[in-house]
């Protein structure tokens, strides 16, 4: 189970832009997040990720609390999930190929030596071609890069996603691949899902309930409702 219990998080102590927010995924459970825009939809996703340190509140991994964030998170908890951002191009690195982009996380974990067959699998998982393997961010359509970088989420074999708008700026049928993507994975793995979207019909569909984070009220900050 992953859980969120208490959090006050945001970029400027004296203003949180969450505030006393709690949000459990349980095993295999997919759940969406809603909200108005700026509300901290992002800042809650990137805190379950592991990758937000927030002001206050525990995050705990099937019991264990989280204690470290970003590169000081143990590594078992750091890899327990994957996370996919709403632009990929942002969270590719330019000069690499979409093969080494995929394999990042498999490199930076020691398992070099499985990551030319991973990231073939991962490939055929996502619906990339062997060609597009070949070329840098700048030679792939956004929908392509944002395959790779959903392959890349997977590479770990995650126990949760986290994804963060996922689909935000596909067309329907890259849309439609994706989440059928993660469905799968979930199916064959068991793995948990928090989805952000604006999009309460794709999440309706797409998740087991959905809650939705409500804006930041001075004092009282964001919460669930
Ligand atoms: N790195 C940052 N530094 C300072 N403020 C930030 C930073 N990132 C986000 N914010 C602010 O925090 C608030 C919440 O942002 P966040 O991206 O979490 O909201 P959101 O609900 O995901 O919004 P959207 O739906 O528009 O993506 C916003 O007011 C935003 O301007």
């Known amino acids: 189970m992953l859980e969120l219990s208490r959090i006050t998080a945001g970029y400027d102590r004296r203003a949180p832009v969450v505030r006393d927010v709690s949000l459990t995924v349980g095993d295999g459970e997919a759940v969406g997040l809603l909200g108005p825009s700026g509300c901290g939809k992002s800042t809650l996703a990137r805190v379950a990720a592991l990758l937000h340190r ?3 509140g525990t995050v705990v991994i099937d019991g264990t609390p989280v ?49 030319a067959e991973r990231v073939r699998d991962l490939a055929r998982t996502v619906g990339l071609s062997p060609d597009l393997l070949d070329r840098r961010p700048h030679e792939v359509s956004d929908g392509q890069l944002q395959r790779a970088c959903l392959a890349r989420a997977l590479s770990l074999r995650p126990r949760w996603l986290v994804c963060d708008e996922m689909t935000a700026m596909l067309d329907a049928s890259t849309t439609a691949a994706l989440v059928g993507v993660v469905e799968r994975y979930r199916e ?4 948990g899902l928090l989805s952000v979207s604006h999009d309460r019909t794709l999440l309706g569909r797409w998740c087991d309930r959905t809650v939705t984070l409500s804006p930041s009220v001075p004092r009282r900050g964001a919460g669930l409702c």
């Open 54 to 56: 927030p002001d206050a």
């Open 188 to 191: 064959e793995t068991g793995a």
């Open 67 to 115: 204690r470290g964030w970003r590169h000081r998170a143990p590594r078992e908890q750091r890899t327990a999930i994957g996370v996919v951002f709403q632009q990929p191009r942002l969270s590719a690195d330019p000069r690499l190929r979409l093969a080494d982009l995929v394999a990042e996380p498999l490199r930076a974990t020691g398992r070099k030596a499985e990551a």
